[in-house]
């Protein structure tokens, strides 16, 4: 049954930004399971499903993200098509994260007694545009919403999700821009001037040596270079070059210490004549329309903790905590709307990959997860 939902998940193509279709299917789907469902139409037709199933009291919700990124790769299935060798199901999407969605739906659609909410949005894959909207637009939905439990793989360097996991964090994330301006001279004299190409490499290799912070429970922090770019116009040495870099941040750092910390790094290559002094150089932090995730850490005291951890420790004999190494929708929810958000999904692999799949069996036994939180929550 979850193999034949999940089927039909990856059959419609919601490659970001065309979740649409995906959306509009899954909320037939919760409204003939008795939910009610309000489409949240946040920018230029794409939408957010959110599902509400009971009165009174306050609420678990499930959450997912409907959309998934471009086919990546050689694929040696369809990606379109789920496919199944032995225990893995192959599909874009199966594993990040139409599985979990599967397995939540199974238990919207078989267990009509639950009392729970479901929020599904477009555009995490992006800049989480659907989520930060429901977040502030919607908010007034989330008040009587005792804590989420995500659907996502959770990914760290551990592993890639799993019925017997348990995800209690996420780091999070800014990139910043770096501008670096040298001083132009001709090509036959490149010696009177400053190549910021150069300068701008040597920032880059620089940065391996930037001291970066270790949380107990995060991990370490990490930094590496996303772009580069730089030029001139015929025979001159180029003036301008500039990089951008991703930092994946834990606390106590926030987007503009991030932003701080990189600049006096840089500051100290200049001063110790790793950098030309006659290079000037500026660090901002690139501009988006969606906020950056900040990290978060929930307790294991939390009673929704120890509620989705005892469900886990039922169906799968222990229970496995994990804090993610990447950014995600989470962030939004348990920053924004301060609500205790627990990650559960299916083990798989290969995402943001070719050939990416989900375990059959793991999945079935995150269903039965979800079945039981939600069972002891109503």
Sequence with gaps: MIDKLLGGLVGIKSVYPDERRLALHAARMLEGSGFSVRLHEFRDGRLNVLATRGRGGTFPMFYGHLDTVPVYGDWKTDPFKLTQKGDRLFG?????????????????????????????????????????SAAE??????????????????????????????TLGRRGRVTLRVEVVGKSAHGALAEMGVNAIEQASRIAAGLRGMKLLRHPLLGRESIFVCSISGGASGLSVPERASLELSFH???????????????????????DGRLDGRTSIGVTVKSRETPYMTPFVDSKSNPAVKTVADAVRRVCGRVVVNYASSVGDDNVFATRLRLPVIIVG??????????????RSDLERVAEVYGLVFSETV
Aim: proline share 4%; charged share 20%; glycine share 12%.
């Design 346 to 359: 299916p083990r798989g692999g290969n995402i943001h990959s070719s050939n990416e799949w989900v375990s």
């Design 249 to 271: 941040i834990v606390p106590p750092t926030t987007i503009q210490g991030a932003r701080s910390r990189v600049e006096q790094f840089i500051k100290g290559m200049l001063s």
């Design 137 to 166: 637009r919607r908010h007034r939905w989330f008040k009587d919403v005792s804590f989420i439990v995500s659907g996502e793989p959770g990914a760290s360097s551990a592993s890639t999700g799993g019925s017997d996991m348990v």
């Design 92 to 132: 874009l999407g199966a594993c990040d994260m139409k599985g979990g969605i599967a397995a939540a739906l199974h238990v919207a659609t078989t267990l009509k007694d639950r009392k729970m909410k479901i929020l599904l949005c477009s555009g995490e894959e992006n800049i989480s545009e659907g989520a930060w």
